[in-house]
Structures are given as C-alpha cells and as structure tokens.
C-alpha cells in the first residue's frame, strides 16, 4: 500500500478504482503508470483495488511512490468479472467508482476530468469514454439489445448498429451511490453479458448512459471469437440474460426510447 493519497481539485471527487488482472502484468503496470502519471496533476483517483485472479507479480510503483492508494487482492481461487469488481467495491466510501479493464491504455490523456462532467449531466448513472482499437480505430463498444435477431443481423450480415442500448465494461465511472444502489453487477453472470445486465438495470432504474468527451484504447481480445471455453460461457450468459426479468423488461423500455435518449454525449 502506498502513501496517502494527494489532494484533488475540488471539481473532481474521490474516486475509488477497480482493476482486474488474469495474468496481465505488463498491461497492468503500464496502466497504473498512466494513472500515476495523470494522477500527478490530481486526476480524482485516490484508491485503486488490483485484484490478481492469477498469481503473479505486484506491479512496481514509481520512484515517487504511487499517487494514490494501491490495495492488493489476491484470490486463492479466480473469480468472475462481477465477483471480482463488487469485492473490490464493497463499501466505497469515495464520491465515485471506477470499473477498468487491465487492456485499457489512456492514450487520449486524463479521461477523468471528462467522465466527471458528463456524470453531472442531468439523469445520468454512467459515464463512459469512446474506445478505439490498436490502430485507432473507432471500436463498436456501444450495442444494439442482444437479441438472437439483432445477433444474427450484426454477425451474418455484418448489419451495422444504429441503437446504443448498453456500453460493454472496459471503463464505466459511476456516482457510488448508483452503483451500491443497484447492487453492483450480477454475480449470476461469471463472464459475458454482466455488462448488458448492468446497462439494463441502470434504464430500469431511471438512469441514462453518457459518452464523454475523451477517448481510451482498449485491446478488445474477444476471447469467445477464438476459444470454445469462452464461447461457451458467452452462450450460457446469453441464455441466462435472456431467461432474465431484467431483460424482458428492459427491451419493452427500450423499445419505447428514442434513439436522440439512448446516450447523451457531451
């Protein structure tokens, strides 16, 4: 652990972070160092939970130390995606909580300060930035309800989607009282669909989604494309969330949402 967080800028809250790693520790380490780096100026972090579901090393901190609190997690047994973030979580008492992939690379600079202004807007219970690939490119984080039509349209058609119903979790950022008022995300689902799960409750909810105005990268690796594991989880999460209330509910909801209200955008 390190030293006490620095002093932040009053227009950006506390707030607390939750990075989850599966043997990534060169993404991991270069991450925090982006956060370090950024949170030198006051970027709001001041307390980042590292859950290790693999074993491997801790990162090395800066010379300087880290500018933030760094708590170590290290699970005898891996975890899921929910699992994982809502322990990390549990009993934030910061303004704000941070879900972040260890894939992620802040190479648009400090997202924060964008984040924040767009979780001020009126009515809105996530604010999360645009994603873009290895080689810059625009990535489709935003997605239409994923119903076996709309599945079948975006695969075998290639269909391009127009609805932005759900943001997939590579960096969402939430008031905390959002977040412990929905319960987190739904442990039910170990990996794949606990992104549109949260998505759908949050509408439910009275909530809107909002696009900052900042950019990350996001590797994207899309496991289930490659690995008969993975889409099998994703099948199982897909059967789950379509067996679900959350889902029927939602989809009567979103049907009866104009696009312009989908996502608000700075």
Same mark, same amino acid.
């Given at each position: 652990?390190?030293?006490?967080? @620095?002093?932040?800028?009053?227009?950006?809250?506390?707030?607390?972070?939750?990075?989850?790693?599966?043997?990534?520790?060169?993404?991991?380490?270069?991450?925090?160092?982006?956060?370090?780096?950024?949170?030198?100026?006051?970027?709001?972090?001041?307390?980042?939970?590292?859950?290790?579901?693999?074993?491997?090393?801790?990162?090395?901190?800066?010379?300087?130390?880290?500018? #933030?609190?760094?708590?170590?997690?290290?699970?005898?047994?891996?975890?899921? #995606?929910?699992?994982?973030? /809502?322990?990390?979580?549990?009993?934030?008492?910061?303004?704000?909580?941070?879900?972040?992939?260890?894939?992620?690379?802040?190479?648009?600079?400090?997202?924060?300060?964008?984040?924040? !202004?767009?979780?001020? !807007?009126?009515?809105?219970?996530?604010? &999360?930035?645009?994603?873009?690939?290895? /080689?810059?490119?625009?990535?489709?984080?935003?997605?239409?309800?994923? =119903?076996?039509?709309?599945?079948?349209?975006? &695969?075998?058609?290639?269909?391009?989607? =127009?609805?932005?119903?759900?943001? /997939?979790?590579?960096?969402?950022?939430?008031? @905390?009282?959002?977040?412990?008022?929905?319960?987190?995300? /739904?442990?039910? &689902? #170990?990996? &794949?669909?606990?992104?549109?799960?949260?998505?759908?409750?949050?509408?439910?909810?009275?909530? @809107?989604?909002?696009?900052?105005?900042?950019?990350?990268?996001?590797?994207?690796?899309?496991?289930?494309?490659?690995?008969?594991?993975?889409?099998?989880?994703?099948?199982?999460?897909?059967?789950?969330?379509?067996?679900?209330?959350?889902?029927?509910?939602?989809?009567?909801?979103? !049907?009866?949402?104009?696009?312009?209200?989908? @996502?608000?955008?700075?």
């Amino acid at each position: 652990m390190s030293a006490s967080p @620095t002093s932040l800028p009053p227009s950006i809250p506390a707030i607390a972070l939750s990075v989850v790693s599966h043997g990534h520790g060169a993404m991991v380490q270069q991450l925090l160092d982006a956060l370090a780096l950024h949170g030198a100026g006051g970027n709001g972090v001041s307390r980042v939970v590292l859950t290790l579901n693999l074993p491997e090393p801790a990162p090395l901190a800066p010379a300087g130390g880290w500018p #933030f609190v760094l708590e170590l997690r290290h699970n005898s047994v891996p975890q899921g #995606f929910s699992a994982n973030h /809502n322990a990390a979580l549990a009993g934030a008492t910061e303004p704000l909580v941070c879900v972040l992939n260890p894939d992620v690379d802040l190479r648009g600079g400090n997202p924060f300060p964008a984040l924040v !202004r767009a979780l001020q !807007r009126q009515g809105v219970g996530l604010a &999360y930035p645009m994603q873009v690939d290895e /080689n810059g490119h625009l990535q489709d984080s935003e997605r239409e309800l994923p =119903t076996p039509w709309s599945l079948l349209r975006r &695969y075998a058609v290639k269909r391009r989607e =127009t609805r932005a119903e759900w943001v /997939n979790g590579a960096m969402w950022l939430l008031p @905390t009282p959002v977040w412990q008022g929905i319960g987190g995300l /739904n442990t039910a &689902y #170990f990996m &794949y669909c606990e992104d549109v799960d949260l998505c759908l409750r949050l509408r439910l909810a009275g909530w @809107t989604l909002a696009r900052a105005d900042c950019v990350i990268g996001h590797a994207g690796q899309r496991a289930s494309h490659r690995r008969a594991r993975h889409a099998l989880w994703h099948i199982r999460s897909l059967l789950r969330l379509w067996a679900s209330a959350v889902f029927w509910r939602a989809r009567a909801l979103l !049907r009866r949402t104009p696009t312009a209200a989908l @996502t608000m955008t700075e």
